[in-house]
């Protein structure tokens, strides 16, 4: 980079009570208050709360933000890599590679660059934009799977033990019900299923509607159908359903008669977890960089120092200090990365 960050320059994002800020350039970034001009990274509802005056968001996430923050709000968006001057500062949109339309955000101040990473991840995904790797002084990176034991297996192997799950629970005339949040995971399965058969599944209602915003960008997924639509006392043997983890132990379960249940979540790569929350089969899937690709992404910025939000902080942050030489520290934020919900 051209300029390396210095202690006697005033940082271009601080922490208030209303979330991640840029002075010079007079905005928040994914603010977890209502404020005047919100630059948001996704459409999780962690990083895209309503009720600020102004959003502006990537062009791919426009959909799923109307549907998040309501039609009426005001929302403006730029294509990735498309530059746009606030304040004192040069903004830009690059492909963050977490879900459809997720964005880190590139802030250039007299010379000097910040990245806001958001939640990101490196493996392939059909239904969204690959991560980009944007050279700056100082890279503001989420750790939700902060720690060592977390590495991710080929999402395309993840698809094919999905496939046998449902297939083995068909043979038994049973219901498969996988938990998944509904944004960003469902359609990522989805996706991943279509390249191995062309089954329809059901889906939770919760998952419908943002199902069809990732059609409506042209993502190709399974056939899918909401449970809402079929009959009371409809057969669900041999059915893939997709719910959102809050659905499970509710009443909206008692329908699907004989089931098994999964969970598709990075959290299930730690031994224990699966049993613990009571699931059949657990699936180790992500929509976050794992403990590689955070430290490949920490790399590739060029950043000579780094700041970290949510989940194992302290741990990642004390590693690039001790092993990769970085200025790092954690930035204390409510982020919640990958949540149980």
């Given amino acids: 980079m051209n300029v390396s960050p210095s202690l006697d320059r005033p940082p271009l994002v601080t922490v208030t009570p209303d979330g991640l800020f840029c002075p010079p350039g007079g905005f928040h970034i994914d603010p977890w208050r209502p404020v005047a001009r919100a630059l948001i990274t996704h459409a999780h509802g962690d990083h895209a709360r309503g009720g600020s005056q102004r959003y502006l968001g990537a062009l791919p996430s426009l959909g799923l933000l109307r549907k998040r923050l309501g039609a009426d709000s005001d929302i403006s968006t730029l294509d990735y890599g498309e530059r746009l001057s606030l304040g004192e500062v040069t903004v830009s949109f690059h492909p963050a590679g977490h879900v459809l339309g997720s964005a880190q955000i590139r802030i250039e101040h007299r010379g000097e660059v910040w990245v806001v990473s958001g939640d990101y991840k490196r493996d392939p995904d059909p239904t969204c934009a690959p991560f980009e790797p944007v050279r700056c002084d100082t890279f503001i990176t989420e750790a939700t799977f902060g720690l060592p034991i977390y590495r991710w297996d080929d999402t395309r192997l993840v698809a094919e033990e999905v496939l046998r799950w449902w297939d083995g629970n068909r043979e038994a005339g049973r219901a498969s019900v996988l938990f998944c949040y509904a ?26 509607a943002l199902v069809e915003c990732y059609r409506e960008a042209g993502v190709r997924m399974l056939p899918t159908r909401p449970v809402s639509e079929l009959e009371k006392g409809t057969s669900y043997a041999g059915a893939l359903i997709l719910a959102p983890p809050s659905a499970a132990g509710s009443t909206w379960m008692r329908r699907f008669g004989e089931h098994e249940t999964g969970f598709a979540s990075g959290w299930m790569r730690v031994r224990g977890n699966r049993r613990r929350r009571g699931y059949d089969r657990g699936f180790v899937l992500s929509d976050h960089a794992d403990w590689p690709g955070l430290l490949r992404t920490a790399k590739e910025t060029g950043a000579s120092r780094v700041l970290v939000t949510h989940g194992s902080s302290d741990t990642l942050a004390r590693y690039l200090r001790e092993h990769e030489g970085l200025d790092a520290a954690p930035l204390s934020t409510p982020f919640e990365g990958e949540t149980e919900d």
């Fill in 183 to 208: 944004l960003g995971k469902a359609q990522r399965l989805l996706a991943e299923l279509a390249r191995l058969t062309d089954r329809e599944a059901l889906v939770h209602g919760a998952t419908h």
